[in-house]
């Protein structure tokens, strides 16, 4: 009994998603899906976090140091930040690369695979986007 009332509750307020939000859950639920895609690492919300934070930087051409990284305190302490950038490093999603005038400064940015994980979440949120427009 209980049950029933509360899908009948969980309905009536799906029906009342405007189609952004609908096209939003959607893309959610697709990001998740590729995210257990065998042969693809799962990063988990505050490593994602800290990867979308360098890709954004890096792809309006300011990319990130790793100071200015760990200096993120929305997203944890300079040390635990230190420790998420050093897995995503080691898992080849990120790299710090310096310029040869500044070896002491490193820049982040987003690898091969990193751009492909991009990729795919870009993929899905255009083909939920588009299934929303039909």
């Not at 895609?37 to 051409?61: R, Y």
């Amino acid at each position: 009994m209980r049950s029933q009332i509360f899908l009948k509750k969980l309905e009536s307020q799906a029906m009342k998603l405007s189609p952004h939000a609908e096209a939003y859950l959607r893309f959610l639920r697709l990001s998740t899906a590729i995210e257990e895609m065998p042969g693809f690492e799962h990063l988990d919300a505050n490593h994602k976090a800290l990867f979308e934070a360098a890709a954004v930087h890096w792809a309006a051409g300011e990319p990130l140091t790793v100071r200015e990284m760990i200096d993120q305190s929305e997203l944890g302490s300079p040390a635990t930040l230190h420790k998420r950038l050093q897995s995503l490093i080691a898992q080849d999603f990120l790299k710090a690369e310096s310029e040869a005038a500044d070896r002491r400064t490193k820049y982040i940015s987003p690898t091969p695979k990193g751009l492909k994980y991009a990729h795919w979440l870009g993929d899905k949120l255009l083909k939920s986007t588009m299934a929303n427009a039909k």
